[in-house]
């Protein structure tokens, strides 16, 4: 069992920056990548991005592209999700996941999408105001 646990959410005006943190604990081992997804009211749960356990390999989805940077802290069990000049249309839920099959799968429809990911947070809300 893998628990998480995000962070750092709130309100915010149209180019600010948050980070959240997704904490892990128990099998934490096991993970090989973690992603972080977001679901805004009325859509589906959409990837944001996704990161390998040594924090070598990182994924993005291209509407954050240079906006937004993952990182993690193993140390820490803890990723991180840098978010700069945020827009009103990041507004969301913001989840994290973890992948406990090796070797990482960030890209892809194993490491973009739900069902590549074994164990998820409940979600951490963010508003950005225009």
């Known amino acids: 069992q893998v628990q998480l646990v995000e962070s750092g959410g709130g309100l915010v005006q149209a180019g600010d920056s948050l980070r959240l943190s997704c904490a892990a604990s128990?099998?934490?081992?096991?993970?090989?990548?973690t992603g972080w997804f977001r679901q805004a009211p009325g859509k589906e749960r959409e990837f944001v991005a996704a990161?390998?356990?040594?924090?070598?390999?990182?994924y993005y989805a291209d509407s954050v592209k240079g906006r937004f940077t993952i990182s993690r802290d193993n140390a820490k069990n803890t990723v991180y999700l840098q978010m700069n000049s945020l827009k009103p249309e990041d507004t969301a839920v913001y989840y994290c996941?973890?992948?406990?099959?090796?070797?990482?799968?960030?890209?892809?429809?194993?490491?973009?999408?739900?069902?590549?990911?074994?164990?998820w947070g409940q979600g951490t809300q963010v508003t950005v105001s225009s």
């Open positions: 996941a973890a992948q406990l099959r090796g070797p990482a799968q960030l890209r892809g429809p194993a490491g973009t999408t739900q069902g590549g990911y074994d164990y």
């Open positions: 128990g099998r934490t081992f096991s993970v090989y990548g």
């Open positions: 990161i390998s356990w040594s924090g070598l390999s990182t």
